[in-house]
């Protein structure tokens, strides 16, 4: 049995993520219904020190014809009962989309609320499109524009430039996307208005995402075979990024194994093993041992599948590393504001 955070403002944020759970599988649900198989995303439940401290659901599709690989994920992990922790309480709603139309781009979100002991707290929100082909610049200018109506002008900029820096991959000299929004430590000092701020913003980027992939499906129902390698390609950059630099999900993989699966579930079933073995020589010490064990973990097979065995060995690889080599940690994706994610869980 999952238990939940008896704090206010923490039930609130949990009521939120499952309401924008719902909303999101939903919709998803709807385009495997049209153009699809029909086959509905399924529910998998994880618990956090046997539910002591919360857990999570996350809905991960079952639709192949449809999704490569999508997961909609909540989860509350929370410390009522242990006041040595700094932290009160973390929830949020993590998704990635990855369809199997390579006209289809993948997409990529991220909004939570994490209280501290002492009651303050903050949102973060993240929101960026992932396209495996040259992108439409019609898709860009859409996905742009919602984000420019959910952030308002005051935050926009912010958001906008914090979301380049962070999805930055030095070593390719490009970033893993083509529209990125970050914002972290967003607290305007009331609760509920920012909670509908975020709910709005959360929203506008299912609709918009909905939208693209929708039309990305009526107007090219096949592709070619160049078109599938170059999502491969593209899926080992993602691969590459979220392993080698994306903080969140490091941090998750430090903090506890206990769910594994469902932190490496923005992971794409197959990757370009060959094209990741050809950047371990522009990788900085020590990360080149990184991508080395990463590498390692992975079928020796090309295209390579990404199984659950194999999810768990690359989570392993990933924590492993970071405990032989902390000060790595700085060569990680962020912000202007590093968020002390890891630290707030001792």
Request: charged content about 25%.
């Amino acid at each position: 049995m999952r238990i939940y955070s008896n704090k206010k403002e923490a039930k609130s944020a949990n009521k939120l993520v499952e309401n924008l759970q719902n909303y999101f599988v939903e919709r998803l649900n709807a385009i495997s219904k049209e153009f699809g198989d029909n086959q509905p995303f399924e529910a998998v439940e994880w618990l956090r020190d046997k539910g002591r401290h919360g857990g999570g659901i996350r809905f991960e599709a079952r639709d192949e014809s449809i999704y490569n690989r999508a997961s909609v994920n909540v989860s509350q992990v929370h410390y009522d009962n242990d006041p040595s922790k700094k932290l009160s309480s973390a929830t949020a709603i993590s998704s990635i989309i990855h369809p199997k139309n390579p006209h289809a781009p993948s997409m990529h979100m991220h909004f939570s609320w994490t209280q501290m002991r002492d009651g303050k707290g903050y949102w973060r929100l993240m929101a960026d499109l992932n396209p495996s082909l040259v992108p439409s610049q019609n898709n860009k200018e859409l996905f742009d524009t919602m984000l420019a109506n959910a952030a308002g002008e005051v935050y926009l900029d912010e958001g906008l430039a914090q979301g380049e820096h962070y999805f930055n991959i030095p070593v390719l000299n490009r970033t893993r996307g083509v529209s990125h929004f970050y914002l972290e430590n967003f607290n305007r000092g009331d609760f509920e208005q920012d909670r509908t701020y975020v709910e709005q913003f959360a929203k506008k980027v299912v609709d918009r995402y909905i939208e693209i992939t929708t039309n990305a499906l009526i107007e090219h129902s096949d592709y070619t075979k160049e078109e599938r390698q170059k999502q491969l390609d593209y899926h080992t950059i993602y691969l590459f990024q979220v392993l080698t630099l994306d903080r969140g999900t490091t941090s998750g993989l430090l903090i506890h194994n206990q769910n594994d699966v469902g932190i490496m579930g923005s992971l794409p079933s197959h990757i370009n093993r060959k094209l990741l073995e050809s950047w371990v020589e522009k990788m900085p010490k020590p990360q080149d041992k990184l991508l080395k064990s990463i590498i390692e973990a992975l079928p020796n097979e090309n295209p390579t599948h990404i199984d659950i065995e194999v999810k768990i060995k690359l989570a392993n690889s990933v924590r492993e590393h970071y405990k032989k080599y902390p000060q790595a940690l700085k060569l990680q994706a962020s912000g202007e504001v590093i968020p002390t994610t890891v630290t707030n869980h001792l």
